[in-house]
Structure formats: C-alpha cells, structure tokens
C-alpha cells in the first residue's frame, strides 16, 4: 500500500491558478510522449493511476506559461529496486534553451516502492513562457528498478495580480477652448466631460458631411498600466501611434452618423477601429466653428480586445477642421490595459452619399427600437444602499473602471454608466461593448436553434461530413454539431478548467487568420480522450468548428453563395430585433472564404444587451408572430426542461460540480443553496471567461455586466436581485 506523501521542496501556494494537472486518474496518457527503451505504462496501485517507467525510459509533455509568474511545478514520485547511482528524476526545458533544469529527484535510500515523495521547485526562468517541457525518467539500467510519478501539476499566479501598476494620472478637468484644439494643445488626458455636450451648447449651426481622413500618427500621451504580452516593447506594432483611417460621416439634426459601422479594418499592423454615432453643436466661443464628438474604439488585430475613448474636433461649412483630440481611458481588454491621449491633424472633404437618407433613417429606426432607460439610481427607493453598490460596478466602495452593468425590469433598462480612469464616458449609450465567448451562444447557440427549427435531424449531423480537416484527423468519427455546440467532443488535452484555452496550442489557433488554418489546428490539436457527449471542456476552437460546420450545412441547403451570419443571424434575427448596425460585421477569417468567428468577434452597444436579454426573458423564440428558434432546444437553454438540465460543470466556477450546468451553449446555475430555496432554483446566463455576463433570472429580471477582470458574477449580485423581486419558486 502506497504510504502517505512526503513533501521535498517548495509546496505549492493555495491560491495560485492551475496551469496544468495530470493524476492520470482518466486512465490516459495520450498527452505524454515516450522515449529510451520502453513504453511508459499506466498502473493501478491501491486504487490510485501512476505513470510506470522502466530503466532507461522516459515520459514527456509540453504547457505553457504565458501571461503567468510564479511559476511552481510539482511532481509526486516513488521507486523500487533502485541501484547506487540510480535516480527518478523529474526535470523541465524551456523552449529555446539547451540545459534541462531539474525539479527533484530520488534515489537508492527512497526505493521502498510504496511512499510517495512531493518534490517541487519554482524558478523565475519558467514564468511567462510560450513552451515549457516536462520529463520523467528513469535512469536505471537495472532490469527490475522502476520510478512511478503521480500527481503532475504546475500552478502560477497571472501576471495581472502580480505587476497592475496603480499610477496615477494627471487629469486636466477643464474644457476644451477653440485656440487648443486649433493648435493642437492636449499634454494630458482631459475630463471626459470636456467631451461631452455641454449645458449651453446650442444648435450646430455648420453641417458636416464627407469624409475624416486622418493619417498615421504617434499618440502625444500613452501610458500603459497593465501589459500581460508586452505588447509595447514589440516595436513592430506600433501599438503607440494612431491608426490611418477615413472615416464618412453624415450630420443629421444634432447627431452625426458614421456612414460605416462596426470594426474597420486599417493599415495599421495593430489597431483596428470602431465610430459609432455622435454628436454635433455650437457654443459661444468657437467664431465661426461648431463642434464634433464621437465616440471611438481601437481593436486589437483579430481579437476583441477594445479599447474605449472620444475624439472631439472643430469644423465649419467651408471644409475646414482642428486638429482632432481624442483620449482612451478605459477598455473590456484582460491582457493590455493603457491609457492614450492626444491630437491628431486630419483632412475634410465634403461629399454627397446615394444612400444617406436610408442610413439616416436606419439609424433613427435603431434608436427607436430601444428600450426605455433610466439611471439605476432611480431604483434607490427599492435597493438598500448595499445592493446598490454591488448591482452599480462599485469595488471595495471604488468604481470598477473595467465594469458596465445594467438591469432590465419589466422592459425598463436601468443603467449603470460607463465609468472611465477619466470620469463617466459621455457616450456610454454608444460603446462597443465585444462579446469575447458570449459569441458562441449568440451566434453558434442561436444559429443552431434556427437551423433546427427548419431541419430537425441538425444535431445528429456529423462534424467531419461538413469539415473536412477532422475528416482526415484522429478522433472526429460520430461526434455530432450537439456535441459541439455542448462542448462534449471527447477532444481535449485537461480537463481542469481554462486549461486548454489557454495552452499555448490555442494561441497558436488564435492568431491563424485563415479559415483552413484554423480547422486543421482545430481538429488535431487536443487528442481524443472520451466518448463524445461526456466529458464537458470548453474550447474556442470547437466553437469556431461549429460555426464552420453550421455555415457548411447552410450553403449545402442553400447554395455557395449563401452566408450563415448574413442571411439568418443578420437578417432573420438582429435586424428585426432592433438590434445595432455593431452587428453587421463580426470578425472573419482573411481570406476568400470569410468564415465568421464564432468564439469572439462581435460588439453591442449596451442597448443592444439590454433589447437581447428582454427578447430572450419574454420573446419565446419568436420575432413578431415567426417562431425562429428550435422550441425544445431554447427551452432546454432556459432551464424549463427539468429532465435534460445539460453537462454538469461547477468545477469551471470554482464550485460543487451539479451547482452549475452547460446547455446549448448557455450556462446556468442553481441558486436554491445560496438562497435557502425549498427546490430547485436554475438561472441561465451567458458568460465568458474574460467577464462579460448577462444573467436571466427566473423572476423576469436581467442582469448584466461587461468587465475585463472577473468572470463570476458574486453571491451579493444574485442576493440583490432575490431581494428585488423573490425568486424562489414555490
């Protein structure tokens, strides 16, 4: 019988994340990789799986660290028969370098063949590393020596907690005064509210239409407080100079219209940018001026990592501007979090648009179609002072300048506001607010049950018929697009959570911008290890194999030409809703296919949160009296089918395994526990692992946030809601 562990070496910390975790407890070793003499084989000794190594063998796999520090690895190993100079060694390579550094290892006098020894180790040289490898081995050339390992785990802390810098920065509470912006004064970031229609401004009384050209410039301030990658220090992405971009604009009454939605594409080897509407007017000092503002947004390359800011300029009916200020001070980015202020000179020309009637009146129908809002202040008189500042983007009594969040009670939205490190955006109404994994329900989830709808032998469809990359993979025969969209392929390297999302495998498919890139890497870069529709593990590039899978089915039934996102989600779904022109262009691969992502790649405007998460409370699947969506499979999303509640995933969420649950790409959770309930109490949400959440709670409320630093949505939140309206059923 196997004695019980002890420790050599450095213990692990308690509250560091798991990077990897092998106990072989699964039964499989497929990720391990062997050489010397022999095989390494899985044994059952007491109940307990063990990695065996005869002599001379040895066992390999590789993880990486990127984005993490302390990084500590550890490995439980036992021998027996072991002969003097004989060693079971555990030892890591850093990809790049020539000398293995060495964890731990034991000898002769330890070879009892039954205790197992922890031994670990931390070294600076293992933290933030794109490839790492890990060997055991056994040295021995004796016939009978075997070395046993055990519990493989490597944990660090993300480099966020670790290097956040808390600067502070120089703010210029004043406004902008005409001759400033003539000349181009800005040394610092400004007030928002200097970017805002002021109390007095009257009506424009100049008209703007054509088109903003602004060439590449380097910003005048840039200050990052947070760089997981170290994207500055790349030089070739220039990630401090402001992208060239033309940008057509049509004045209509008080507001002016970007005649292009949603992300631009630049020439710029980082940012990409988003103009959503704005407005114009006129104020006593400007001679001869009015003034523009819009709201902006910079795009990391294929990513939806946004960076939220305002530009402001002078302009008059003879083609004349100001210089253009802008400044960023708040983004919904995990990885890079930097402020960016300045002035930029651009060009005017005037020009008349065909279709600029039917863009203003586009524009109008949109903002018509939005619910009513109000400051969440106005729910004071129901909120105790404490629910308040939970359900308001409040930290530790401190506004969370990561954080939007609203509530929509009986189709009133209530708003939080859009804090910034400079104040309160002043177009919180217009921000591009990215999707991240909120993507796979929006458009695989609903895509899915739209299809359905019309084909109802969908879900049994096969992944390799319509993908042609896992037809000549490992492992792909009889996994079905339900497994897919439930995330149960059977494909996945760990099972522990975020693991593979965050393997360096998955960076590699991340920065793939071509559609068979993306479903080669897909189909082959996590090993079968389960039967499809049990082992629930979530990963962006299955997601991204539904969506391609889905629009293949598509163009089977409907020609080529025929384009999923376009035709269903865009015209059948969003456009009807109400929903913004945001939506128009979700990310998609570079090249002639054009395949829509599915894991991340859209933006909506908080409104556009709010009308979804209302339709999806009260619309039934339905849009106007067209039922669109599958009933069985939106109902069993909702949690209103209580025989068929979805995959059991609480290990995801830090929890008991049965407290939360995965369905047709909606997770949901049992609040009966935390509440007291007397039965079961299931709330669906939409989540992802960046921190954007929208919760639809069973008493008819929503509730959402969108943040770049927790996932979770906290007990107080839930509690808050329950004391709103009760939410325990009866």
Known sequence: MFAALITMGTVTSSDADIVLIDDFEDQNAIAWRAFGDSEPRLITKEGNVLLQLAPNTAAVRSFSTLGYGDVKVSVSLAAKQLTKNDFCVADVLVKGEEEWKTIGQIWKDQDDGKTMYIISSQNE???????????????????????????????????????????????DKTPFLMSQLLRGDMPSLKHMSAFALPADARQAIHTFQGQLHIDAQLMNGFLPLYDRLALTERQELQTNSFPSTTLDLIQAGDSL??????????????W????????????????????????????????????????????????????IAFQFAR?????????????????????????????????????MMRLPSKPLQELEGELSPFDAVHLSAINDGKADYSAISGLIIDGVHYQAGCQTRAGLHPYCDEMALPSYALSHALIGGFASM???????????????????????AYGWE????????????????????????????????????????????????????????????????????????????????????????????????????????????????????????????????????????????????????????????????MQRVETDRGSAVGHAFGADRETYRYKNAFYARNVAPLLGCPKETWVPFLSSETGSVMMLFPNGITYYRFSDVDPFVSDDVIQAIHRLRPLCST
């Open 125 to 171: 040289s293992l933290d933030n590393q794109e490839s790492i490898t890990i060997r055991v081995r056994n040295t021995s050339t004796n016939y009978a020596a075997r070395c046993w390992a055990d519990n493989i785990t490597v944990t660090a802390a993300p480099l966020r907690r670790l290097e956040r810098k808390t600067q502070r920065v120089s703010i």
């Open 257 to 270: 219209i970007p005649v292009r939605r949603g992300l631009q594409k630049t020439d710029h080897p980082f």
């Open 272 to 323: 990409g940018i988003i103009v959503q509407p704005g407005q114009v007017w006129s104020q006593g000092d400007d001679e001869g001026y009015s003034r523009a503002a819009l709201p902006i947004a910079l795009v990391e390359g294929y990513e939806n990592c946004t960076h939220h800011g305002v530009m402001i300029f002078l302009y008059n009916n003879e083609g004349k501007i100001s210089q």
């Open 331 to 367: 983004e919904t980015c995990a990885d890079y979090q930097v402020n960016m202020w300045g002035m930029l000179k651009g060009d005017y020309t005037q020009r008349v648009y065909d279709n600029q009637q039917a863009i203003v009146d586009a524009t109008h129908d949109e903002f």
């Open 450 to 472: 739209m299809l359905a709808h019309r084909y109802p032998d969908l879900s049994e469809q096969q992944i390799m018929t319509y993908i042609p990359a896992c037809a000549v």
């Open 478 to 637: 009889n996994v079905t697009f339900s497994q897919t969209l439930n995330m149960t392929t059977g494909h996945f390297d760990l099972r522990a959570p975020g693991i593979d999302e965050s393997s360096a495998a998955m960076l590699r498919f991340f920065l793939m911008d071509s559609h068979f890139g993306k479903t080669r890497l897909a189909c082959n870069q996590f090993y079968r290890q389960a039967n499809p529709g049990y082992v629930w593990v979530y990963q962006s590039s299955t997601s991204y194999l539904l969506g391609a899978a889905l629009n293949a089915f598509y163009q089977e039934q409907n020609g080529e030409e025929a384009d999923l996102y376009n035709d269903l989600m865009l015209s059948k779904l969003w456009r009807p809703l109400g929903m913004s022109r945001l939506l128009e262009t979700p990310l998609r691969t570079a090249d002639p296919i054009n395949q829509a992502y599915t894991y991340n790649g859209l933006w909506m405007t908080p409104h556009d949160v709010a009308r979804l998460g209302d339709w999806l409370q009260h619309g039934k699947g339905q849009v106007g009296d067209r039922t669109l969506l599958d009933d069985y499979m939106f109902a069993a999303a």
